[in-house]
C-alpha cells in the first residue's frame, strides 16, 4: 500500500515537473535562436561594411569621384621604323576621349586601355579628355622612333 500512496504523490507532481521541463526547453530554444540571430545580424553588418570599403577602394582605383587623367604612356618609349609600340590611356569620369594625331582606332572613355600603334617617324600624341560639363584635360607624350 506504502507503493501506491507514494506512486499516487509522484503522479500528482509529475505534470508540473513536466510544464518546467517544457518551459526550460522552450527557454534553451529561444535563447539559442535568439543568439543565432543577432550573430547573423553582425555577420550581414560585418560583410556590407567589407563591401562598402571594397567598393571605396574601387572607386579611388578608378580615379575617384575627380575628373582626371590616370595615364597615359607608350610601351616601349623608342622604337625602329615599322615596329609597333603600345600606347595606353586611362582617364576618370571623362564623357569623351579623343588622341590626336588620329591613330584609327576606337578610343573612348577607359580606366585603362591599350592598342598598338607604328608611327613612321617621331611623333608627339596628345590625349583629351571632356567630361560633359565643359572641363577639359590633356596629356602629351613623344614616341620616338629612330
Known amino acids: 500500500m506504502q507503493f501506491a500512496a507514494l506512486a ?11 510544464l518546467l521541463a517544457m518551459i526550460w526547453a522552450g527557454y534553451v530554444l529561444y535563447a539559442r535562436w ?5 550573430l ?7 560583410a556590407a561594411a567589407e563591401r562598402r570599403a571594397e567598393d571605396q577602394r574601387s572607386l579611388e582605383n578608378m580615379g575617384g569621384t575627380e575628373f ?3 595615364l597615359f604612356y607608350a610601351s616601349p618609349g623608342t622604337v ?10 586611362g582617364v576618370a569620369n571623362a ?5 590626336e594625331p ?7 572613355p577607359s580606366v585603362n586601355r591599350c592598342f598598338d600603334v607604328s608611327p613612321k617617324k617621331t611623333t608627339t600624341y596628345t590625349l583629351t579628355a571632356e ?4 572641363n577639359t584635360k590633356t596629356a602629351t607624350l613623344t614616341l620616338e622612333v629612330h
Open 102 to 108: 588620329d591613330t584609327k582606332r576606337g578610343v573612348w
Open 8 to 18: 499516487r504523490k509522484a503522479l500528482r507532481y509529475t505534470p508540473i515537473a513536466i
Open 95 to 99: 564623357q569623351s576621349v579623343k588622341i
Open 34 to 38: 535568439s543568439e543565432d540571430r543577432d
Open 40 to 46: 547573423a545580424a553582425r555577420a550581414k553588418e560585418r
Open 80 to 89: 625602329h621604323r615599322g615596329d609597333a609600340s603600345e600606347l595606353c590611356y
Open 68 to 70: 582626371k587623367i590616370l
Open 131 to 134: 567630361d560633359g560639363h565643359g
